[in-house]
């Protein structure tokens, strides 16, 4: 077969024709995997849930709801056994960190106690703020935020008064970090007030922390006022 | 069949698309902080260049040359998609790893440049082996240089410890160690050419 000419309509034809198959292309293949997609991630989210909160018998995913800290939005996964609460996971994202959004899944027991955390997303720098996900949980220093509670120690890095050791070299990553978790306790707490259930200490971070949200958050709900 | 081998070979040491053509730098320095990274990128671009080579070979007498860059550009990303959207179903722990760079295949010089230089000219088995040989040649370089850079950056080579991460130079993993791990290699690779090529 020889070569088709460059004529305009040899060009549109040729041109549209790829481009026509190309797209029909796409479209089966988006239809294809669609939902594995779908499921793949709900499969993530599922499985950091499993990680973060104690032993639970519900579908958290199931009674999901969403509460509004200082204009930021919080998923909060409640965890039953045998119809009591044994804790609450949030998730929590942030621009504030070094580079994109850094989405973290945090579980705290019935006392506001980190129970663990997972990053589900992140695209910090390698080997400094990527750290995050085993950082937070070493036991060596005052890294490990696991089994401390917001309203008790201050999750804020030494740097800025508080009582968690930033990682080295990623300042910044730490406080985005660290934000999240308080922003996320104090979802758990506005939560805990509309569910009547045992409401943790107010985080006290706000002192020296600077990229604190407004603690103030929680008066607007209507439980409080 | 001898052509086919030659063809083969080509691609994966005398005409190396990361150490002696220098293409496709763009994936290669940004996505080989680690061995493994560099292996998976490897095998992603050189699935999406056998299929884009064997595709535009297939299709070169019906583009007309005036129109054949956007031509090819519009296949290749095609194939990136596809196989972006393959790896976010069926492989969800590769596309944690991998994600945000699997698009950055389409820029990837490779694809371009052995479509405009062998498939738009030769036949479609011919230019499914050279794209063979590329892709296989890509996936040895950024093996390669994943696992220096993962080495010296951190002690590991394909997450096996060998020495204490304490000890690590970090800036390999960063950008900056992977220009100077990548210099290094291309001048061994030149070196080691050169020598065979005198023999």
Known sequence: MKKLASTLPNMILSLGII?????????????????PIEQSEREMQTAALAEVLPP???????????????????????ARMDGHSVGVAVKGVTMDGFSGEVVIICGFDNKGTVVNYRVLKQAETPGLGAKMEMWFRDPSGTRSVIGKSPGIQNFSPVKDGGDVDAITAATISSRAFLSVLRGAYEAYRQYAQTQGMYIPAVSDSHTG?????????HIGSSVHS | MKKYLRLLYNGIIPANPVFVLLLGMCATLGTTSSALNGLMMGIATAAVLICSNAAISLLK?????????????????TFVTVLQLAISAWMPALNASLGIFIPLIVVNCILLGRAEAFAGKNGVIASLIDGLGCGIGFIFALTLLGAVREFLGTGHIFGYEIYS?????????????????LGYLIAIVSRLRGLSSNT
């Open chain 2, 165 to 181: 991460e304490d000890y690590g130079m970090l800036i390999f993993v960063l950008a900056p160690g992977a220009f100077i791990a």
């Open chain 1, 209 to 217: 922390a600077s990229t604190q949200q407004p603690t103030d958050c």
């Open chain 1, 56 to 78: 639970f018998d519900n579908d958290p995913e199931a009674e999901a709801q969403s509460v509004n800290v200082g204009g930021q939005v919080y998923e909060i996964y409640p």
């Open chain 2, 61 to 77: 007498n019906v583009i007309p040359d005036k129109v054949r860059i956007p031509a090819y550009i519009v296949i290749i990303a």
């Open chain 1, 19 to 35: 481009t026509v198959l190309s797209g029909l292309l796409l479209g089966v293949m988006y239809t294809v995997t669609k939902a």
